[in-house]
């Protein structure tokens, strides 16, 4: 058992020198039927870029304030119902590595979102911008109040589909180029800082079923770098993990 520092510092520096730790966690036959579920709720989806980017959940970087508590209120019932088994085995993973009660916190005061769902979809407009998504680092912890003060915090994200020629995050270890700047938009660059970028950058391809943590304050960006087919989709489970004097928190 160890604190979330350590397992943090773990995922890092791990043996193959990648900004991201890798595991197995959901079988192929559990990725479907998550997909399954998810395709039977879509007429709950939310529209987050046209008709391209949708989520199943409260997102802590898109929804602010009372609407990201509004959002998470409607969502998480909905969520546990379709997915507790899902949640559960996220929360045992990480309790069998941390030394914390790690739980989800759905209850006043400060409650937080279930870790939620990202689908892309629509071939034609992701093949355009492959790198139209932000380059980023995660803070969703700024977003909301807490009981107690932040020790550590965490990112995870689990692929659930992806497209045949696969999907995945791209990163870069070096800050300075950002200029502690986060979100930064690719198509804003010169041409010499996209050159620059495309060259440094470390494309990371998903793997289904795989759990992918990392520490969140490297730069990255949601990836693919072949063509989509029609009617395929990148779906996956995003989450974060802020630990608590007393306790690790699961939400998004």
Not at 3 to 10: F, G, M
Not at 226 to 243: A, T, V, W
């Amino acid at each position: 058992m160890q604190s979330l520092t350590e397992y943090k510092k773990k995922c890092i520096f791990n043996k193959e020198l990648l900004p991201l730790e890798e595991t197995y966690l959901f079988s192929e036959n559990e990725c479907i039927k998550i997909s399954n579920i998810l395709m039977q709720n879509e007429h709950k989806w939310q529209a987050r870029f046209g008709n391209c980017f949708f989520s199943f959940g409260a997102l802590s970087y898109l929804d602010e304030g009372w609407d990201y508590q509004n959002k998470l209120q409607y969502f998480n019932p909905l969520l546990w119902d379709n997915f507790e088994w899902v949640y559960k085995k996220i929360q045992n993973y990480y309790q069998e590595k941390l030394n914390k009660s790690v739980v989800y916190w759905n209850k006043e005061p400060f409650p937080k979102a279930f870790p939620g769902f990202h689908i892309f979809q629509n071939s034609e407009i992701i093949n355009q911008n492959k790198w139209g998504a932000s380059i980023h680092t995660d803070n969703p912890h700024t977003k909301h109040a807490w009981p107690t003060k932040i020790n550590c915090v965490f990112t995870f994200t689990i692929s659930i589909q992806s497209p045949d020629n696969d999907s995945g995050l791209r990163f870069w270890l070096n800050k300075e180029n950002f200029h502690n700047i986060s979100p930064v938009y690719y198509n804003d660059l010169t041409e010499d800082d996209k050159r620059k970028l495309e060259k440094e950058a470390i494309y990371i391809p998903y793997k289904i079923g795989y759990i992918y943590e990392h520490d969140g304050n490297t730069y990255h960006q949601i990836a693919t770098e072949k063509d989509f087919k029609p009617n395929e989709r990148r779906i996956s489970l995003q989450g974060h993990l802020s630990e608590l004097d007393n306790n690790i928190i699961l939400y998004v």
